[in-house]
Nanobody, 118 residues
Framework: QVQLVESGGGLVQPGGSLRLSCAASGMNFRSNVASWHRQAPGKQRELVATITTSGNTNYADSVKGRFTISRDNAKNTVYLEMNSLKSEDTAVYYC????????????WGQGTLVTVSS
């Protein structure tokens, strides 16, 4: 019964900020690498940010300096803080988790829609 539930999406103006949350259950969350991906209409799904079990982070070039991924293991939650949002950030954002060793499957949430528009 592994479950990832995203929240926090919505409509925001260009230049605005939004924080996404992904709550995990049914897994040993602290032993999983977590990441955020996004898919815009007509485009391939792309990796946005990754955070390891030790808190090491990695970002796509398109969001570096604007987005921050973090995790709170006590709350079994990973966050994506998005600042200086642009229209091209509009997409469905998905949370992913995978055991640190690489074994076993990846788990996906249902996604949350972020629309950046005036």
């Amino acid at each position: 019964q592994v479950q990832l539930v995203e929240s926090g999406g919505g409509l925001v103006q260009p230049g605005g900020s939004l924080r996404l949350s992904c709550a995990a259950s049914g897994m040993n969350f602290r032993s999983n690498v977590a990441s955020w991906h996004r898919q815009a209409p007509g485009k391939q799904r792309e990796l946005v940010a990754t955070i390891t079990t030790s808190g090491n982070t990695n970002y796509a070039d398109s969001v570096k300096g604007r987005f921050t991924i973090s995790r709170d293991n006590a709350k079994n939650t990973v966050y994506l803080e998005m600042n200086s949002l642009k229209s091209e950030d509009t997409a469905v954002y998905y949370c992913n988790a995978k055991y640190w060793s690489g074994s076993g499957p990846s788990f996906w949430g249902q996604g949350t829609l972020v629309t950046v528009s005036s």
